[in-house]
């Protein structure tokens, strides 16, 4: 509850959280904490999740379409089918020059709201990213995060569900628009 409500915004703060306020020292997995998460937000959104989570993917897909020369592959909850009130677009883009991906998203009259370069390990190697956060005329805010095109094709292990982020190419997105547009890609076991 305390990631739903925004009371804490990392896994591992919430889990700490709760620990404490229980006063107990075991602790849930990611994967544990993320499936009571999903259940906390069905049951609390109902309906609207489902519409929330429909129009987030085709809002990606618009951007997505708009960075199509840079290879995105949409990740995140909304990739996951486990979006909720809050939650944002995350889309990863490859490029050798970062000022091109801003180039196209400002060309395209999107809402910018700031640009960051930020150092992170990415399959043990430290790295610099650009991220670009913006926000719709629906509210929902999109994270836009240029890598290298040397890590094009690199799936990095998920720290929640212990799988591949492996997300949607713009084809695949297009594709479970079509087919089964609530699909969700959480794996069965963590």
Same mark, same amino acid.
């Given at each position: 509850?305390?990631?739903?409500?925004?009371?804490?915004?990392? @896994?591992?703060?919430? $889990?700490?959280k709760?620990?404490?306020? #229980?006063?107990v020292? =075991?602790?849930?997995? !990611?994967?544990?904490?993320?499936?009571?998460?999903?259940?906390?937000?069905?049951e609390?959104?109902?309906?609207?999740?489902?519409?929330?989570?429909?129009?987030?993917?085709?809002?990606?897909?618009?951007?997505?379409?708009?960075?199509?020369?840079?290879?995105?592959?949409?990740?995140?909850?909304?990739?996951?089918?486990?979006?909720?009130?809050?939650?944002?677009?995350?889309?990863?883009?490859?490029?050798?020059?970062?000022?091109?991906? @801003?180039?196209a998203? $400002?060309s395209?009259?999107?809402?910018? #709201?700031?640009?960051? =370069?930020?150092?992170? !390990?990415f399959?043990?190697?430290?790295?610099?990213?650009?991220?670009?956060?913006?926000?719709?005329?629906?509210?929902?805010?999109?994270?836009?995060?240029?890598?290298?095109?040397?890590?094009?094709?690199?799936?990095?292990?998920?720290?929640?569900?212990?799988?591949?982020?492996?997300?949607?190419?713009?084809?695949?997105?297009?594709?479970?628009?079509?087919?089964?547009?609530?699909?969700?890609?959480?794996?069965?076991?963590?």
């Amino acid at each position: 509850m305390l990631l739903y409500r925004g009371a804490a915004s990392e @896994f591992k703060q919430a $889990k700490q959280k709760a620990a404490r306020f #229980l006063g107990v020292k =075991v602790q849930p997995s !990611n994967f544990e904490v993320a499936l009571e998460l999903d259940k906390i937000a069905d049951e609390l959104e109902g309906a609207s999740r489902r519409e929330a989570l429909l129009r987030m993917r085709r809002e990606a897909l618009h951007i997505m379409r708009i960075l199509e020369p840079f290879n995105p592959v949409l990740t995140g909850s909304v990739w996951r089918g486990t979006a909720h009130r809050g939650s944002d677009i995350d889309i990863i883009v490859h490029s050798s020059d970062p000022d091109r991906v @801003f180039d196209a998203l $400002k060309s395209s009259n999107l809402n910018i #709201l700031e640009r960051r =370069v930020e150092t992170a !390990n990415f399959l043990n190697q430290i790295k610099k990213f650009v991220h670009v956060k913006m926000r719709l005329d629906s509210g929902t805010e999109v994270e836009v995060v240029v890598r290298n095109l040397d890590d094009l094709g690199k799936a990095e292990k998920c720290d929640i569900y212990g799988d591949l982020m492996v997300g949607l190419s713009s084809e695949d997105l297009e594709s479970l628009l079509r087919s089964d547009p609530l699909k969700k890609f959480v794996p069965k076991t963590g």
